[in-house]
Every structure is written in structure tokens, then in C-alpha cells.
């Protein structure tokens, strides 16, 4: 008898356990929503008055606000490697701008991607979007971790195969082709890629923005029953820009915000899908963008809010992004003001996993997840480097205090002499716009950075890996 009972108490314990044990050994999903060219100031829960961006703005309610989030280069091509690969783009080779379609090289599918992590622990992983990391087959997605991809290979203002034949740019270029939305098909190339295989040219831009979320939702609907990966950089707000025609604004000064209304409603489309599937509470979102506004282009740029300057400078205008993160032990509607950024994103999920990365890829990101899920008032980063959009070294920040050396051009009539750099201090503490240089005042603090942040270059140059290149014929 007492055997008995020994044995059904057993029983019941490990039925009232199993439950828990299911949960503990069940891995989260992961999604990453990267935008483009959007500003830190283009989200209504990063200050902006004039775009409305309320699902969006769910996952900060809901999660994780960071407001000293930066990415890694201040244009698309090495932002996009920094993110997947946890390094600095200098020493994955893809430091030097962005890739055109008559480019030759790619992101070497030696390196460890976030897709590559995730993948070894049988994770399904799909990247649907702009890729902007090489065209050609032995570079693309599904090259890099991803079993499957839909989207456009490099920026959406590019046309296949040669880049030739574009319509006029600028601002005023921009009105005509949103007033003519039938442009992105009369005066683009533009392809759209499924996998190694371009099967549309020229894409209709109108609709891709809903497709890539499509596509997101189709295959998180397909895979709900394991664990995913979906990395979704959306092709805009890059210019051109393009909406369905069934939410168009026709003003073209409307257009900047349009798009990212858009952008915000897809978004809630996406977050909806996870709810209706119960996937919410297992699953961390990531919104987040490549670089800063691209203000030249006006109303249909965007905006950086409190911040100096935009895409393509090293200010925090071109590199501090908006990021809200929401999951799993995230607390919900905290602000999180910690120096952090996109480079750390593959160790962290590396961390919440608990998997190690390999040991022979030396990357520059840290492991932040008790920084997202709020578990420290300290960042693992207290520093962070910034290179040019041409990959050259210009400044780093420690701590609250920012240091830029920006080299003066050559003098064309005095070739002799070599233009001293303008040294630029700030304290971001008290100066979040970089108005006030406070060099002058702080020799030792400069001298101090510019020797770290040497010492540091020098480091990723000895040891920086090839990128892939196209073998000439």
C-alpha cells in the first residue's frame, strides 16, 4: 500500500512539473524589424508630433524603450553587417560604403551570423527585405544563415544590373515620383529576389512594405510549432518612397510620414498574427533602423529629433537610432538610457539562448541581456567607436563624453601641407545635440580618447577578416 501511494504522489508530481519543464526548455523566437533611414525623431514615442506610430509604440509599452541605441556605421551596408555579425564593420570588411549592383564583393558566408546561431539550434530563420550585403547568389541570405528570402538585394533606389538610367534625384526629383506612382515601374529596375532568383524586374515598390510583412506573417504561421527567426528590414523609408495606392496620400509633402504610417500599421498587422497565435509572450521583437534621416531630401527624409545631423555623419544624428525592444522578461514601459547598440544584438541572443559563439570569430559586441530585461543599471559598453560612412576612423565615445577628429580636405593650392583635423569634445550628458565644443577646455580628456580609440582601430585593422569577393572571369 505504501508503495502505492509512493508511486501515484510520483506521478502527480511530475504532471503538476512537466508543464514548467516544457517551459524552461522551450527557446524563444526572435524577430527583427529593421527600418531605413529612419530618424530617432520618427516615432511618436521618441517625440515626434506630426507621425503616428501607435503599433509601434506598443512594443515600448509594452517592453523596452532605449534611447542610447546606436548602430555601428551611419549608412546601409556596413550597418547591416555590424547587426548580424556582433563586429564593427571594419573588421568583417564591409567597412567601406555601401555595395552597388555593379559591386563585387559581399559579406564573406564565413562569418558567424545571427542567422548562422540560430539556425545550428534548429531554428527556422528567414530574411525578408532589403539585404544590401551582396547580390550575387553566393552572398545572399541564404547564403548567411537564412532558409529562405524575399526582397529587394540592395537599396531600393538602385537599378539592376548596372545602375544606369535613373530618374532625377533630390527632393523635387522625389515629388514627380510620388505624384506618378506608376513610376516605380516605368522609370525604376529595381528587382525583387526570391532566394538566388530575381523574380520580378522591376518590382512594384508600392506594395513591398505589405509583401515583406506578408511573407514575414505566412511563415511564422507555417512555423509556429518551433522556434523562428525572422529578420524583416524593410526597404524604406530610403527613397524612393512608395505606398499602396490604397493608402496614398497624394500630398507629397505628406510623403516622409505616410511612409512611415504605413510602416507602423504593417508592424500592427505583425504583432497582431503573434497574439492571435499565442506566440506574443515567447517571442522578442526588435524595432529598430540602419542609420539616421536622410535630410537632404527634405519631406521626404525624415527627422532626428533633439539630435545633430542625419545619414552619413558620425554625429549622433547619423548614428543614435530609436530601438524598442519587447520579449520575454522584458518589463514593460521602461526606458532604458545605457550606451548599447546593434552590435551587441548577436551575443545577447546568444546569451538568452545560453549557446555559445564560436571561439576562432573575434566580434566587438557584448553581451546586454541584463540590460533588456532591466537586471542592472550598468552597460557591459562603455565605449564605442565611430567610423566614417567610408570606413575610416573618426571618433569614439567613453562614458558621456564624445570625441570627433574630423580631417579638414587638402588644400588644392598648398599640397605640401597637411590641414590639421578639427577636434570636436562634447558631453553628452549635458549636450545631446553636440552644440558646444568643449575641447578647448579638456586637453587631457582628448588626448585620453584619441590614444584609446587608436589603440582599439589598431586592434580590428591587425585583425580584420576578408570580405567575399567576386572571383574575375
Given at each position: 500500500?505504501r508503495?502505492?501511494?509512493?508511486?501515484?504522489?510520483?506521478?502527480?508530481?511530475?504532471?503538476?512539473?512537466?508543464?514548467?519543464d516544457?517551459?524552461?526548455?522551450?527557446?524563444?523566437?526572435?524577430?527583427?524589424?529593421?527600418?531605413?533611414?529612419?530618424?530617432?525623431?520618427?516615432?511618436s514615442?521618441?517625440?515626434?508630433?506630426?507621425?503616428?506610430?501607435?503599433?509601434?509604440?506598443?512594443?515600448?509599452?509594452?517592453?523596452?524603450?532605449?534611447?542610447?541605441?546606436?548602430?555601428?556605421?551611419?549608412?546601409?551596408?556596413?550597418?547591416?553587417?555590424?547587426?548580424?555579425?556582433?563586429?564593427?564593420?571594419k573588421?568583417?570588411?564591409?567597412?567601406?560604403?555601401?555595395?552597388?549592383?555593379?559591386?563585387?564583393k559581399?559579406?564573406?558566408?564565413?562569418?558567424?551570423?545571427?542567422?548562422?546561431?540560430?539556425?545550428?539550434q534548429?531554428?527556422?530563420?528567414?530574411?525578408f527585405?532589403?539585404?544590401?550585403?551582396?547580390?550575387?547568389?553566393?552572398?545572399?541570405?541564404?547564403?548567411?544563415?537564412f532558409?529562405?528570402?524575399?526582397?529587394?538585394?540592395y537599396?531600393?533606389?538602385?537599378?539592376?544590373?548596372?545602375?544606369?538610367?535613373?530618374?532625377?534625384?533630390g527632393?523635387?526629383?522625389?515629388?514627380?515620383?510620388?505624384?506618378?506612382?506608376?513610376s516605380?515601374?516605368?522609370?525604376?529596375?529595381?528587382?525583387?529576389?526570391?532566394?538566388?532568383?530575381?523574380?520580378?524586374?522591376?518590382?512594384?515598390?508600392?506594395?513591398?512594405?505589405?509583401?515583406?510583412?506578408?511573407?514575414?506573417?505566412?511563415?511564422?504561421q507555417?512555423?509556429?510549432?518551433?522556434?523562428?527567426?525572422?529578420?524583416l528590414?524593410?526597404?524604406?523609408?530610403?527613397?524612393?518612397?512608395?505606398?499602396?495606392?490604397?493608402?496614398?496620400?497624394?500630398n507629397?509633402?505628406?510623403?516622409?510620414?505616410n511612409?512611415?504610417?504605413?510602416?507602423d500599421?504593417?508592424?500592427?498587422?505583425?504583432?497582431?498574427?503573434l497574439?492571435?497565435?499565442?506566440?506574443?509572450?515567447?517571442?522578442?521583437?526588435?524595432?529598430?533602423?540602419?542609420?539616421?534621416?536622410?535630410?537632404?531630401?527634405?519631406?521626404?527624409?525624415?527627422?532626428?529629433?533633439?539630435?545633430?545631423?542625419?545619414?552619413?555623419?558620425?554625429?549622433?544624428?547619423?548614428?543614435?537610432?530609436?530601438?524598442?525592444?519587447?520579449?520575454?522578461?522584458?518589463?514593460?514601459?521602461t526606458?532604458?538610457?545605457?550606451?548599447?547598440?546593434?552590435?551587441?544584438?548577436l551575443?545577447?541572443?546568444?546569451?538568452?539562448?545560453?549557446?555559445?559563439?564560436?571561439?576562432?570569430?573575434?566580434?566587438?559586441?557584448?553581451?546586454?541581456?541584463?540590460?533588456?530585461?532591466?537586471?542592472?543599471?550598468?552597460?557591459?559598453?562603455?565605449?564605442?567607436?565611430?567610423?566614417t560612412?567610408?570606413?575610416?576612423?573618426?571618433?569614439?565615445?567613453?562614458?558621456?563624453w564624445?570625441?570627433?577628429?574630423?580631417n579638414?580636405?587638402?588644400?588644392?593650392?598648398?599640397q605640401?601641407?597637411?590641414?590639421?583635423?578639427?577636434?570636436?569634445?562634447?558631453?553628452?550628458?549635458k549636450d545631446?545635440?553636440?552644440?558646444?565644443?568643449?575641447?578647448?577646455?579638456?586637453?587631457?580628456?582628448?588626448?585620453?580618447?584619441?590614444?584609446?580609440?587608436?589603440?582599439l582601430?589598431?586592434?580590428?585593422?591587425?585583425?580584420a577578416?576578408?570580405?567575399?569577393?567576386?572571383?574575375?572571369?
Amino acid at each position: 500500500m505504501r508503495a502505492t501511494y509512493s508511486l501515484l504522489f510520483a506521478s502527480i508530481v511530475l504532471i503538476l512539473l512537466a508543464p514548467y519543464d516544457v517551459v524552461a526548455v522551450e527557446k524563444p523566437n526572435f524577430i527583427i524589424i529593421f527600418a531605413d533611414d529612419q530618424g530617432y525623431g520618427d516615432l511618436s514615442s521618441f517625440g515626434s508630433t506630426t507621425i503616428k506610430t501607435p503599433n509601434i509604440d506598443r512594443l515600448a509599452t509594452e517592453g523596452r524603450k532605449f534611447t542610447s541605441f546606436m548602430v555601428a556605421s551611419p549608412v546601409c551596408t556596413p550597418s547591416r553587417a555590424a547587426l548580424l555579425t556582433g563586429c564593427y564593420p571594419k573588421r568583417v570588411g564591409m567597412h567601406q560604403h555601401v555595395l552597388f549592383p555593379t559591386s563585387k564583393k559581399g559579406l564573406n558566408p564565413a562569418e558567424h551570423t545571427i542567422a548562422d546561431h540560430l539556425k545550428a539550434q534548429g531554428y527556422a530563420t528567414a530574411c525578408f527585405g532589403k539585404w544590401h550585403l551582396g547580390h550575387q547568389p553566393e552572398v545572399l541570405p541564404t547564403s548567411n544563415g537564412f532558409d529562405t528570402y524575399l526582397g529587394i538585394p540592395y537599396s531600393n533606389d538602385m537599378n539592376h544590373p548596372d545602375n544606369k538610367g535613373k530618374p532625377k534625384g533630390g527632393p523635387d526629383g522625389m515629388d514627380v515620383l510620388w505624384n506618378e506612382p506608376e513610376s516605380t515601374l516605368t522609370k525604376w529596375k529595381t528587382p525583387l529576389i526570391k532566394n538566388e532568383t530575381i523574380v520580378e524586374l522591376p518590382v512594384d515598390q508600392r506594395t513591398v512594405t505589405r509583401r515583406y510583412t506578408q511573407a514575414a506573417i505566412d511563415f511564422i504561421q507555417t512555423h509556429r510549432d518551433e522556434s523562428f527567426f525572422v529578420y524583416l528590414p524593410h526597404s524604406m523609408p530610403h527613397i524612393p518612397l512608395y505606398v499602396p495606392d490604397d493608402v496614398r496620400d497624394p500630398n507629397p509633402l505628406h510623403a516622409y510620414i505616410n511612409v512611415i504610417e504605413h510602416i507602423d500599421h504593417e508592424v500592427g498587422r505583425l504583432l497582431n498574427t503573434l497574439d492571435d497565435l499565442k506566440l506574443a509572450e515567447n517571442t522578442y521583437v526588435i524595432y529598430t533602423t540602419d542609420n539616421g534621416p536622410w535630410l537632404p531630401f527634405k519631406h521626404h527624409g525624415g527627422s532626428a529629433g533633439v539630435l545633430r545631423d542625419g545619414k552619413g555623419t558620425t554625429f549622433e544624428g547619423g548614428q543614435r537610432v530609436p530601438c524598442l525592444i519587447r520579449g520575454p522578461r522584458i518589463p514593460a514601459g521602461t526606458v532604458c538610457d545605457k550606451l548599447t547598440g546593434t552590435i551587441d544584438v548577436l551575443p545577447t541572443i546568444a546569451a538568452i539562448t545560453e549557446t555559445p559563439l564560436p571561439a576562432d570569430k573575434k566580434i566587438d559586441g557584448l553581451d546586454a541581456s541584463t540590460l533588456w530585461m532591466d537586471q542592472t543599471d550598468k552597460s557591459p559598453r562603455t565605449e564605442f567607436l565611430h567610423y566614417t560612412s567610408q570606413g575610416q576612423l573618426e571618433g569614439i565615445r567613453q562614458g558621456d563624453w564624445k570625441l570627433l577628429v574630423k580631417n579638414a580636405r587638402q588644400n588644392r593650392n598648398n599640397q605640401n601641407t597637411k590641414p590639421k583635423p578639427q577636434i570636436m569634445l562634447f558631453d553628452l550628458s549635458k549636450d545631446i545635440g553636440e552644440k558646444e565644443n568643449v575641447a578647448e577646455q579638456n586637453p587631457e580628456i582628448v588626448e585620453r580618447l584619441r590614444n584609446r580609440m587608436t589603440s582599439l582601430d589598431d586592434e580590428i585593422t591587425q585583425n580584420a577578416r576578408s570580405p567575399w569577393f567576386q572571383e574575375t572571369e
